[in-house]
């Protein structure tokens, strides 16, 4: 929330409202992650794991409070994720505590998806159940990969056979199961990425998604590559392994709706990052925890103990806010929208006000080589190719006005 206590937005549009509840912990930091993440030997006091329900229960109260002191009621929360880190490093009714929370402050709209993110080490069969219970609908379970080099690689600690045990357990307990993939590990062949997609799709998750492997500044992977311990990734080795994972995917029955996930059936697209690719608002509780409101962006202090002393003060736990300017918003909802399969209206790619037009040829050139499709683009959407989505940056770079 801004850190001066003040809502800087409107009222509140029809549009669904998320939430995002950011669970900072991991048992180890992986060598190649840039995410808020902390072992619980860095941490202490009001930070650590024991009392971390009790803190984001604080949050969850004060963003209420400041809504309706703001005069804006508060809306009713379509989607719910929770995020990290390791959520499920946190007992299961720790989450179903936070979960409660959410509902008395905030309430859950009738048939509301609620996500939990897993890592196959950290959970059992009581663990789904009790989340189930809680109102939990989905679990995204962090695979990553089968093969057990890649994983060394990049520092995972689960075992590969616990991820079987984790998506039977979570589907006896009544939950939806997604598997997180990462492609592109410096030492992985095309052959180990095969095995793993064809492990994953033995399981049979209601959606899959596929991340390129990003080395990212300030992590120990990128040292490494630095160092000239381990290789640089390779773009054409990332397309390859795209094309792939699309293939095999397709073939089995899933059909992409964003750039690197894939869905048994619309009705197992993740609807929470749905709701984040089209631009729609959300409140992020934790530390470090973003949020969007009607253009306005803020987030939280970082650090876990700051976060939980400014709560325990009583004072909101936001760093900063900002803004977005109309350019801004406009780039974004062409950076995003263009993302998904649903696709970007032609007419929205104008700036707002601004009295451009887009020029045919730009669209007409993308069509000739290949990266939207003719079809819907005649009928005036933006949808990306399988060639357009290997070069989506590229395509948003072109279809943005200068």
């Known amino acids: 929330?801004?850190?001066?206590?003040?809502?800087?937005?409107?009222?509140?549009?029809?549009?669904?409202?998320?939430?995002?509840?950011?669970?900072?912990?991991?048992?180890?930091?992986?060598?190649?992650?840039?995410?808020?993440?902390?072992?619980?030997?860095?941490?202490?006091?009001?930070?650590?794991?024991?009392?971390?329900?009790?803190?984001?229960?604080?949050?969850?109260?004060?963003?209420?409070?400041?809504?309706?002191?703001?005069?804006?009621?508060?809306?009713?929360?379509?989607?719910?994720?929770?995020?990290?880190?390791?959520?499920?490093?946190?007992?299961?009714r720790d989450l179903a505590a936070i979960l409660t929370a959410l509902r008395e402050e905030w309430e859950l709209a009738?048939?509301?998806?609620?996500?939990?993110?897993?890592?196959?080490?950290s959970v059992d069969a009581a663990t789904f159940k009790t989340l189930k219970a809680a109102g939990f609908?989905?679990?995204?379970?962090?695979?990553?990969?089968?093969?057990?080099?890649?994983?060394a690689t990049l520092e995972r600690t689960h075992n590969p056979e616990n991820v079987g045990k984790a998506v039977r357990w979570a589907r006896d307990a009544g939950l939806d199961v997604s598997l997180d993939l990462i492609y592109g590990t410096?030492?992985?062949?095309?052959?180990?990425?095969?095995?793993?997609?064809g492990d994953a799709?033995?399981?049979?998750?209601?959606?899959?998604?596929?991340?390129?492997?990003?080395?990212?500044?300030?992590?120990?992977?990128?040292?490494?590559?630095?160092?000239?311990?381990?290789?640089?990734?390779?773009?054409?080795?990332?397309?390859?392994?795209?094309?792939?994972?699309?293939?095999?995917?397709?073939a089995a029955g899933y059909t992409w709706y964003e750039v690197s996930n894939w869905a048994r059936s619309a009705a197992h697209e993740s609807q929470h990052n749905l709701a984040y690719w089209r631009g729609y608002n959300?409140?992020?509780?934790?530390?470090?925890?973003?949020?969007?409101?009607?253009?306005?962006?803020?987030?939280?202090?970082?650090h876990p103990t700051a976060y939980a002393g400014k709560l325990e003060n009583g004072d909101t736990p936001g760093a900063g806010y900002e803004k977005l300017t109309p350019d801004?918003?406009?780039?974004?909802?062409?950076?995003?929208?263009?993302?998904?399969?649903?696709?970007?209206?032609?007419?929205?790619?104008?700036?707002?006000?601004?009295?451009?037009?887009?020029?045919?040829?730009v669209i007409a050139g993308l069509i000739a080589r290949g990266l939207i499709d003719p079809q819907r683009a005649l009928a005036g959407t933006i949808e990306l190719t399988l060639q357009g989505r290997l070069l989506a940056d590229a395509v948003v770079h072109e279809l943005l006005p200068t």
């Open 328 to 361: 801004q918003a406009h780039m974004e909802q062409v950076l995003l929208r263009s993302r998904i399969r649903e696709g970007l209206p032609i007419a929205k790619l104008a700036r707002p006000g601004s009295g451009d037009t887009v020029d045919p040829g």
């Open 186 to 197: 410096p030492g992985e062949s095309l052959d180990s990425w095969r095995r793993s997609l």
């Open 1 to 92: 929330m801004p850190p001066d206590g003040v809502l800087p937005f409107g009222p509140l549009g029809p549009e669904p409202f998320s939430a995002y509840v950011h669970i900072p912990f991991c048992r180890v930091r992986c060598g190649y992650c840039d995410f808020n993440t902390y072992t619980a030997t860095e941490l202490g006091g009001g930070a650590n794991q024991s009392n971390y329900a009790q803190t984001l229960r604080r949050e969850i109260a004060l963003a209420a409070r400041m809504m309706h002191d703001g005069d804006a009621s508060l809306p009713t929360l379509r989607t719910v994720f929770f995020g990290g880190g390791t959520p499920t490093l946190l007992p299961a």
């Open 201 to 250: 799709l033995e399981l049979a998750p209601d959606h899959v998604s596929a991340y390129a492997l990003i080395v990212e500044e300030g992590t120990k992977l990128a040292a490494q590559v630095r160092r000239g311990e381990v290789p640089d990734i390779d773009d054409d080795d990332h397309a390859d392994k795209y094309v792939l994972a699309d293939e095999l995917l397709s």
């Open 137 to 151: 609908t989905r679990v995204s379970i962090g695979m990553q990969s089968s093969d057990p080099a890649v994983l």
């Open 110 to 121: 009738p048939g509301a998806e609620v996500t939990t993110e897993a890592n196959p080490d």
């Open 282 to 302: 959300w409140w992020g509780f934790g530390p470090g925890a973003h949020s969007h409101i009607n253009g306005v962006r803020w987030w939280n202090v970082k």
